[in-house]
């Protein structure tokens, strides 16, 4: 199973490395690219109280800075009427998609560039909903059926490339409930420009450290999902892709405790989701890895275990969690059998945060370093 989806997803890399490669994206390097919350992206401009009947908005253009299609409801945080309870993590309001519902806002961009689209988004009722995320022809459906934290809000990172220099960014519900209200509720939508990154002599490793990665909320306490299946070359964390069936989560320091510089990966789905590059090898030569293996001090204790896959060997790195943000370095030696090789990392075990059990967490990964051995 591992290894029929390993060689299927290698297969769409080598065909989005060749495609980079021949199209290769405009410079963007000297360019301030805009980061931050969309206009209104965190719907606390409210619809006037004309368009509103109850919760329900009316008039297509009647939210601020959105277009609406179908059943949208304007949603504060707490209490509802009929008992449920919205948690709006970021400010007060937030819109919950009805059945087939959708929303969307038209944004100017940079042709060619990478972008990565952070949002909070959380089911409200039912078991399995999915939330479609578009921006031109590029779709990603995410299934929101996983929780993986316990306070409501996850928050997602969802990339893409800007095939023109405006875009329409859209968020739609695709499900049909039998209560039509049932819907994913969304509550900030922010985006970021990506830079390239680019193996060096000393690292063949692109984005080693995670430095760079989607846009980190500002109140944003719980890091940020990057989902699977996302190819290369629109991946929300440039250089890296996510294997499997769930998410690894992008930490950043102002929340969690990272080894190095300002942002990590937390390996939060055991070994149900894996993170993974394809690195560019000489056939025959060897080289050295090194990564850091630590724990984001947020409560996740135990005994954790990080396995690294690269070429013909495997490291099981084992780490003690007293959740003090500890870390240790660890390495592996290995010989390139191709022009392609393939690092892979994923946590052996699952873990719950102790005084919160409906929260994955896990071991952080960092500083991923492979360097050609002399
Ligand atoms: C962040 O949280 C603090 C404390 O809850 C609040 O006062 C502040 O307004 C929030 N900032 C944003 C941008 O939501
Ligand atoms: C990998 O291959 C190299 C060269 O053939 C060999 O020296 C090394 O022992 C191998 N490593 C493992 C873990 O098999």
Redo the contacts with the bound molecule.
């Keep these: 199973m591992m290894a029929a989806l390993f060689s299927v997803s290698f297969g769409l890399l080598l065909a989005s490395l060749l495609f980079s490669s021949t199209t290769s994206a405009a410079p963007t390097r000297n360019a301030t690219p805009f980061e931050g919350l969309l206009p209104n992206g965190n719907f606390e401009q409210s619809p006037k109280s004309s368009n509103l009947k109850k919760t329900v908005i009316v008039g297509k253009y009647s939210l601020p800075r959105w277009e609406i299609n179908g059943l949208v409801e304007y949603i504060s945080g707490g209490p509802q009427p009929g008992g449920m309870y919205f948690a709006v993590a970021?400010?007060v309001h937030a819109v919950r998609l009805g059945n087939e519902a959708l929303i969307s806002q038209t944004i100017p961009v940079k042709k060619g560039a990478l972008y990565a689209l952070t949002f909070s988004a959380s089911r409200t009722c039912a078991q399995d909903e999915v939330l479609r995320v578009s921006v031109g022809l590029q779709t990603g459906d995410l299934p929101l059926q996983t929780l993986y934290s316990s306070n409501g809000g996850d928050t997602y990172g969802w990339g893409f490339v800007a095939d023109s220099d405006v875009v329409k960014v859209t968020f739609h519900n695709t499900g049909v409930q039998e209560d039509p209200t049932c819907g994913p509720l969304i509550d900030a939508v922010a985006i970021k420009q990506l830079q390239e990154q680019l193996p060096t002599r000393a690292n063949l490793v692109r984005n080693g450290g995670f430095e760079e990665g989607p846009h980190r909320l500002?109140?944003s306490s719980h890091g940020i999902l990057i989902p699977p299946k996302q190819l290369d070359t629109t991946s929300p964390l440039p250089g890296w892709i996510v294997e499997s069936l769930k998410a690894v989560k992008f930490i950043g320091s102002k929340h969690f405790k990272v080894p190095y510089g300002l942002a990590a990966i937390e390996l939060v789905a055991g070994r149900e989701s894996a993170i993974a590059q394809v690195l560019r090898t000489a056939t025959g030569k060897s080289y050295s890895l090194t990564f850091v293996v630590g724990d984001a001090q947020n409560g996740c204790h135990g005994s954790m275990m990080v396995e690294a896959f690269a070429g013909n060997a495997t490291v099981k790195v084992p780490f003690e969690s007293k959740s003090l943000g500890g870390f240790k370095t660890a390495s592996l030696k290995f010989t390139a059998s191709s022009a392609r090789t393939r690092l892979t990392f994923f946590s052996s075990f699952y873990h719950t945060r102790i005084h919160d059990y409906g929260s994955l967490c896990g071991p952080v990964l960092d500083q991923v370093k492979v360097s050609p051995l002399p």
């Design positions: 970021h400010g500002f109140n």
